[in-house]
């Protein structure tokens, strides 16, 4: 075990002991990265901050089975993925969107007829909301599991072997997937999208169309006012992604976000409630 991960490991036991503080550093240190993975699974804010909550909360009452033999950002993801994988609580859970629907809705959509509904607020600033809004929709169009080797190797940029171990599969297997699927989300904004390919589809020629189907709400911008923060404040990983395509660019819309303010709340109110005690007795 390196230093690191001994001062990790000498956090745990502290924690697992009763130790708030050293509970709170733990949670400081990943529910950046929880919020966002939830995000980018389960395609909205609403939906990311509910899970995001679930999975600090089974972390914490299971801080006591960390024993230190991976990293503890590996292990914080496996219980988030795992969580994630199975989610059945989301909006599109039931009803997920696929590529030819994205795509006939691009093509077809009457958008010229829908009145103007941005109520006072900027175009631009509704066109980017938009944008973020429907590209981390479309990764809906994907199954959970593809869902989650896109954002693991696309926006988190794990190396084949701690995504491979997080997913249980073989780095080769991991890089052959994510290859697939990179290159199909690229063909589809190739196509269709004239934010990242050279598709018709505008994302200020589609706002009012957007507000109309309730994609994006003028009085609810949650991109808009969300932190966006650095990828590499988020996550500490040893070993940048392998250069296995030349696709990067194509997925500059995968940003990280702070976790806002309600999920940090209802976390400080368990830790400051009598639930606490959980982290010791699990």
Not at 18 to 23: E, F, M, P, Q, Y
Not at 226 to 249: F, G, Y
Request: hydrophobic letters at 40%; a negative charge.
């Amino acid at each position: 075990m390196d230093k690191k991960n001994e001062e990790l490991q000498a956090l745990v036991d502290k924690a697992t002991a009763g130790d708030k503080k050293s509970l709170e550093t733990l949670i400081a240190g990943v529910q950046d990265m929880v919020f966002n993975l939830s995000l980018r699974m389960l395609g909205t804010f609403a939906d990311a901050e509910d899970a995001a909550q679930d999975i600090l909360l089974k972390m914490i009452t299971h801080l006591s089975s960390f024993r230190g033999d991976s990293l503890f950002t590996t292990w914080v993801f496996r219980i988030a993925v795992n969580h994630l994988k199975n989610y059945k609580r989301h909006m599109f859970a039931r009803c997920a969107p696929t590529f030819e629907f994205y795509g006939n809705d691009i093509e077809n959509a009457k958008i010229q007829d829908v009145p103007d509904l941005t109520q006072n607020v900027e175009k631009d600033i509704l066109a980017e909301e938009l944008k973020m809004s429907c590209t981390n929709v479309m990764l809906q169009c994907l199954d959970a599991e593809s869902r989650c080797i896109f954002i693991l190797g696309t926006m988190f940029q794990l190396d084949s072997r701690m995504a491979g171990e997080i997913l249980e599969m073989t780095p080769e297997a991991y890089r052959q997937r994510l290859s697939r699927i990179r290159r199909k989300m690229a063909d589809f904004l190739g196509k269709y999208c004239g934010e990242y390919g050279s598709g018709k589809c505008r994302c200020k020629d589609r706002v009012n169309y957007a507000i109309q189907n309730h994609r994006i709400n003028p009085q609810q911008l949650d991109y808009a006012k969300a932190i966006e923060i650095p990828i590499e404040t988020m996550l500490d990983v040893k070993n940048a992604m392998e250069d296995i395509d030349d696709l990067s660019q194509d997925f500059s819309f995968c940003k990280p976000y702070e976790s806002p303010e309600r999920t940090k709340h209802l976390i400080q109110e368990f830790l400051g409630s009598g639930q606490l005690s959980t982290v010791q007795n699990s």
